[in-house]
């Protein structure tokens, strides 16, 4: 087979998505929320006994943890855009013995076996290729619409069943 060659440019929206998407995925974002809730819960249930001052922090800090991951990961990703590796789109090619992504902003491009591949996915008009838990490469499903189905049948002949979640 073949190889496959694209590139693709992120913007900020894209990585802040995927950031937004992972932490609220994670216990980091769940518990901001639980937090929400429980503090709006008590804020309700004993409002009569509450001072002033404790009608006012009880829905201000709860709107603090409801407010604080999204808007640290927006003030988070406009300083990652700053990069070189963001300004520029990065070109995938994808190999028999891996993925091979490059940037004019590097020398070498660097290389991720199919081994090494954590899992790939799609989410809400991505692809993500991720190295590790945590790490994606972040493919918009827009730039590759044409090619898709051949990526797919190449990740699927190069990597574990297991490791696929792809529609």
Known sequence: MAN???????????????????????????????????LIAVWIMRF????????VMYP?????????IPMSLKLRVKNQMQQDVFRFPLTYEFTE????ISSPTTEEPAELPWEY????????????????????YIIPMNDISEDYIYIKE???????DYKLQLK
Do not use: M
């Open 60 to 68: 201000a800090v709860a709107i603090v943890f409801l407010v604080y």
């Open 4 to 38: 496959i060659k694209f590139s693709t440019q992120i913007k900020e929206e894209d990585l802040y998505k995927y950031n937004l998407h992972h932490a609220y995925t994670s216990n980091q974002g769940i518990l901001s929320i639980i937090l929400f809730v429980l």
């Open 154 to 160: 190449f990740i699927l002949k190069h990597v574990e």
């Open 48 to 55: 009569p006994q509450l001072s002033l001052i404790y009608r």
């Open 117 to 136: 591949v954590y899992k790939i996915s799609n989410w809400k008009g991505y692809l993500l290729i991720y190295s590790n838990r945590v790490n994606a």
């Open 97 to 100: 013995t891996g993925v091979v």
